[in-house]
C-alpha cells in the first residue's frame, strides 16, 4: 500500500505543476514571448493564457506602459570648443514585444548609447549661447533621430527632455559676471528714468504753481483796482450828489496841506494856482461871519512848517510867478 500511496502523490504533484504551466496569467498593460523548444510561438497578452507545459516556456515578460529612464550626464563638446555636461531624460514605449526581444539585444542600453552619439552631433554644430537657448530644437532633432532609429526595435520614442546644461565653471562664473554687469545696467536705467521723470514732474509742479500763483496774483490786483476805483467814483458820486463849491473844496485841501507836509524829506511844495482863488472865496465867506477873537476876520497868512508866510501867500506868489496850466 505505501508504495501505491507515494506514487499517488507523485502524481498529484505533477498534475499540480502542470497546471500551473499550463495557465499563465498576464497582467494588463504587459505580453510574454512564449517559445516551443527554443524557437518564438506567439506573444501572450493580458489575460488567463493556455500553454502546452513542458513544451511550451515563458521567454520574457514585458511592460508595455510607457517607460522612464533618465541618463548619467554626458560630456560634449560645442561649436567653440567648449565641455558641457548633459542631462537626458527619455519617454519610450514598447509597441512590439517580439522585436524588442529578438531585433536588439537590450533597448535600454542601444537607446542610451544612441541618445549619447546623436546629442554629440547635434551639439557639435551649435555653440554655447544657442545650447543654453535652443532646448526645444534639440529635443525635436534627438526625438526624431530616436524615433526613426528604434521604429524597428518595437520602441516608440514618445518625448526627449534635457534635464540640466553644465558648463564649465569658469564659463558659468563669466557668465554671472556678465548677468550682474547686466543687472547692474539696467537698475542704473531704471534709477536714472526715474529721477528724470522726477525732475519732469517737479518742474511741472512748479511751472502750474507759479502759473497759478501770477493768475491769482493778477486776480487780485484787478479786484483791488477795481474796488479802488469802485471807491473812487462812489466818492466823486457823492460829491457831485452833494453840489460841493469852491469854498468847500478849498477847507478839504486845507486840512490836507499838515498831512503833506508831514516827514522831515519834504521841502518843496507844488500848490496849484486855482488854489489862491478858491482861498480867497474861502476868506470872503469866513469875514461874512463877522470879527474873531478881536480881528478883522479870517487870515489866511498863517505861518508854515518853517517859521516862513502862510500858504495862501504862497500860492499867491505862485500864481503870480507861473502861468496858469491848462
Known sequence: MQPIIIVLIILVVLVFIALVKTIQVIPQASAAIVERFGRYTRTLNAGLNIVVPFIDSIRNRI??????????????????????????????????ARAATYEVASYIQAIEQLTVTTLRNIIGGMDLERTLTSREEINAALRGVLDEATGKWGIRVNRVELKAIEPPTSIQDSMEKQMRADRDKRAAILQAEGVRQSEILRAEGEKQSSILRAEGEAKAAALKAEGEAQAIRTVFESIHAGDADQKLLAYQYLQMLPKIAEGDANKLWIVPSEIGDALKGLSGAMGNFGPMG????????????????????KAAAERREQPPID
Request: proline share 9%.
Open 294 to 313: 478881536g480881528g478883522s476876520g479870517f487870515n489866511p497868512q498863517s505861518t508854515g512848517k518853517d517859521g516862513g508866510t502862510g500858504a495862501a501867500d
Open 63 to 96: 511592460d508595455l506602459r510607457e517607460q522612464v529612464v533618465p541618463f548619467p550626464p554626458q560630456p560634449v563638446i560645442t561649436q567653440d570648443n567648449l565641455v558641457v555636461n548633459i542631462d537626458t531624460v527619455i519617454y519610450y514605449q514598447v509597441t512590439d
